[in-house]
């Protein structure tokens, strides 16, 4: 499977304390979507649109955006340095 790319890249917190991750693929949203343990209505409409970005059913740039809406809705986004 290929990989999905958007640019600029997604930062979030992580699990691991003083580790942010720059996400800046569809695939790597989803795997991090699915470790929070908040999910609002954001988180959802996040992880319909990453599954639809990688079926090429809508532009990856749709999945950043939903991604970082969920970040910040739940509280995992972090401002780029």
């Known amino acids: 499977m290929a990989t999905h790319w958007f640019s600029p890249p997604v930062y979030v917190k992580t699990d691991r304390p003083g580790v942010t991750y720059g996400c800046n693929n569809v695939e790597g949203a989803a795997e991090e979507l699915l470790k929070w343990t908040k999910r609002g209505p954001k988180w959802k409409k996040a992880v319909e649109t ?8 809508v532009p990856t740039q749709d999945a950043r955006r939903a991604f970082e809406a969920a970040a910040k809705e739940e509280k995992m986004f972090l401002t780029p340095v």
């Open 50 to 57: 990453c599954m639809a970005a990688m079926e090429a059913e």
